[in-house]
């Protein structure tokens, strides 16, 4: 079982930086998603990075915005966002698939992965 643990949520204002931590027992065996939730809508997939070949895949929304990194050393996931927008605004989740390997067909996907975090909210002011 492995229960991830996340940080660094906050509020800001629009334009904005914010660094979300991900602590992850074990890393090194994993991939790690980021979702997000925002109120009366569906959890969707923000980022990820594979364990096997450290590849990263991004939602449309994000990219070029956020940044996903991992320190297996230090078994920590970060979220790098910036130029925050209020349509970011949202719960923060990371989750953890049992499997180095995550196929870019699947990286957003909640079903495929298997353990989730308590969530971190994020909020951007206009």
């Known amino acids: 079982q492995v229960q991830p643990v996340e940080s660094g949520g906050g509020s800001v204002q629009s334009g904005g930086s ?11 065996y994993y991939s790690v998603g980021w979702f997000r939730q925002a109120p009366g809508k569906e959890r969707e997939g923000v980022a990820c990075t594979s364990g096997s ?7 449309d929304s994000v ?4 940044t996903v990194s991992r320190d297996n050393g230090k078994n920590m996931v970060y979220l790098q966002m910036n130029n925050l927008k209020p349509e970011d605004t949202a ?10 390997r995550m196929p870019f067909w699947i990286w957003n996907q909640r079903n ?3 353990w989730w975090g308590q969530g971190t909210q994020v909020t951007v002011s206009s």
């Open 18 to 28: 914010l660094r979300l931590s991900c602590e992850v027992s074990g890393l090194f």
């Open 53 to 59: 070949d450290n590849q990263e895949h991004y939602a």
């Open 112 to 114: 495929e992965y298997n």
């Open 91 to 100: 719960v923060y989740y990371c989750a953890v698939r049992n499997s180095p």
């Open 63 to 66: 990219k070029g915005r956020f």
